[in-house]
């Protein structure tokens, strides 16, 4: 006998919410909305797996510019 049709959906979900994690901590140049279009899900959702796998806070407010070399 297969999986049930709620175990394939909760092994498809952990698999997206662990490559959603993934873009997360690797991509803090991305805002949440870009992230939110990108993947198609929720502000919820991303906060959901913040806290799901521990994402420490990104950083806020204006980026720093760069020196012009000249």
């Known amino acids: 006998m297969g999986m049930s049709m709620n175990a394939k959906l909760k ?4 698999n997206f919410d662990t ?3 993934e873009v ?5 140049d991305l805002t949440h909305r870009e ?3 990108e ?3 929720s502000e919820t959702v991303i906060r959901r797996v913040i806290k ?3 994402i ?3 950083k806020r407010g204006p ?3 760069e020196a012009i070399n000249g």
Not at 11 to 14: D, I, N, S
């Open 39 to 41: 993947f198609g899900v």
């Open 19 to 21: 490559s959603l994690a």
């Open 24 to 28: 997360l901590s690797a991509r803090p």
């Open 11 to 14: 092994t498809a979900r952990r």
């Open 56 to 58: 420490p806070p990104r």
């Open 35 to 37: 992230i939110e279009k």
């Open 63 to 65: 980026k720093a510019k």
């Open 52 to 54: 799901q796998f521990a």
